[in-house]
Each structure stands twice: as structure tokens, then as C-alpha cells.
């Protein structure tokens, strides 16, 4: 069965440290990924994107990186983390073209609080 | 660009009533596609209904359905029988698209609407 996994589930972090949220995808290949964050009560703004390995697309500057080291892992990371930086972090991948709207699977997401 | 809107910060059900959740859009494109999603306190993206733009029949999943008016660019999601476990927060998204076409996928999401359904 196709599933993704998101990790950690909520973290505290201090300003000025680092940063790894992990998201890995079963049971497909060559999936679109993508990175969305929350901001608390609002909605989801889309962060970076990818369409294969090595291949980051980023939607808005900010002081967070992506990188795609295998076909299944989509890493979302910062070097020093600011307070604008909380917030609720979801990983989703599309299991490619299609009309319908089921292609679409979100992790639990990761809510991370920058202290 | 794409954009959604969302007007309705809150809104408030009586059990077992129906509820309208409004969804504006604005896009250039001719090809897209509509999604309603829920979220719960937990925070996880729950898929309510899908509606492609040439789809000629409005949407239609369970207790939700999709009023689709595409010269009004609107996408309002209906809820019907309301239950209390329907309390959560909404999402209206739309499929975005690039100046070439292709879309990767990538998805832009409205504000969101709290839904309360009183017992």
C-alpha cells in the first residue's frame, strides 16, 4: 500500500539551531513531493516542490532548504532557525498526472515551535 | 497567478442542518482543478471531493457535494446533515499551473473556514 511518514510529530527548537524534518513516501515511485507550512489558524503556502531526485523547486525565499537524496526522501532543513519559522509543517507527494483529486496524500505533519 | 479565497473566517451549524462553505477563485487557465479538504484538530489533510474544470456535472461524495459555477468562478462546498464530528477547519485549493501548462502538481490553498456544528 502506498504511505507516507513524516517525522518528528512536534519538536522545540531554540533560535538559531538547526533544523532535519524527514518525509519519506511507500509503496510508489517517481512521485511528485512537495513541503507546505501553516502558520497558526491559516492556510497552507506552499514551500518547495520536486519532481524527481536532485530537483528542488523553491516557492518563496526564506531561511529553509530542501533536498531530495533518494526517489522517496523529501528532507525540509535550516541552519539556524528564526521564530517566523514555527509552524506546522506537512509533507504530500501526487502519485503523478491524473484528473482525479485522490492523487493527493498529506503527512501527519511535524508542528515545530521555535523558542 | 493563482488564488483562492476564503470568506468566511467561521461558520456555525445545527446538527443534522445543512451548511454552505463559500470558494472563490481566480485563474487564467482554462484546464484546473478544485479540491475541498478538512482538518481536524490533529492537523491531518483529509480529501472531501475533487471537481476538473470540465467536468460538466457538479461533484458529489456522500454528504458533500461541490455547487460549481465556473463563470462565477466559485467552487462552495455543501454539507449535508451536518454531524458533530464535522467540526474542523476547511480548505478550498485549487491544481495551479505555470505559464507553460504544467502544473507539477503543485497546489494553492485558501485561508480556510472553522466549521462548529452545535449539538
Known amino acids: 500500500s502506498q504511505t507516507i511518514h513524516q517525522w518528528p510529530a512536534t519538536l522545540v527548537q531554540p533560535v538559531g539551531s538547526p533544523l532535519s524534518l524527514e518525509c519519506t513516501v511507500e509503496?510508489?515511485?517517481?512521485?511528485?513531493l512537495y513541503w507546505y507550512r501553516q502558520a497558526a489558524g491559516r492556510g497552507l503556502q506552499l514551500l518547495f516542490y520536486s519532481v524527481g531526485i536532485g530537483q528542488i523547486s523553491s516557492e518563496v525565499p526564506q531561511n529553509l532548504s530542501a533536498s531530495r537524496p533518494q526517489d522517496r526522501q523529501f528532507i525540509l532543513s535550516s541552519k539556524k532557525l528564526l521564530l517566523s519559522d514555527s509552524g506546522f509543517y506537512l509533507c504530500?507527494?501526487?502519485?503523478?498526472?491524473?484528473?482525479?483529486?485522490?492523487?493527493?496524500?498529506f503527512g501527519s505533519g511535524t508542528r515545530l515551535t521555535v523558542v | 497567478a493563482q488564488k483562492i479565497t476564503q470568506t468566511q473566517p467561521g461558520m456555525f451549524v445545527q446538527e443534522k442542518e445543512a451548511v454552505t462553505l463559500d470558494c472563490t477563485y481566480d485563474t487564467s487557465d482554462q484546464s484546473y482543478g478544485l479540491f475541498w479538504y478538512k482538518q481536524p484538530s490533529s492537523g491531518e489533510m483529509i480529501f472531501l471531493i475533487y471537481?476538473?474544470?470540465?467536468?460538466?456535472q457538479n461533484a458529489t461524495e456522500g454528504r458533500y457535494s461541490l455547487n460549481f459555477q465556473k463563470a462565477r468562478k466559485s467552487a462552495n462546498l455543501v454539507i449535508s446533515a451536518s454531524q458533530l464530528g464535522d467540526s474542523a477547519m476547511y480548505f478550498c485549493?485549487?491544481?495551479?499551473?505555470?505559464?507553460?501548462?504544467?502544473?507539477?502538481?503543485?497546489?494553492?490553498f485558501g485561508q480556510g473556514t472553522i466549521l462548529t456544528v452545535h449539538p
Open positions: 504530500a507527494w501526487r502519485r503523478g498526472p491524473t484528473r482525479t483529486g485522490h492523487g493527493y496524500t
Open positions: 509503496g510508489t515511485s517517481n512521485p511528485n
Open positions: 485549493a485549487m491544481r495551479a499551473s505555470n505559464a507553460g501548462g504544467t502544473s507539477y502538481g503543485k497546489l494553492t
Open positions: 471537481q476538473g474544470s470540465y467536468d460538466e
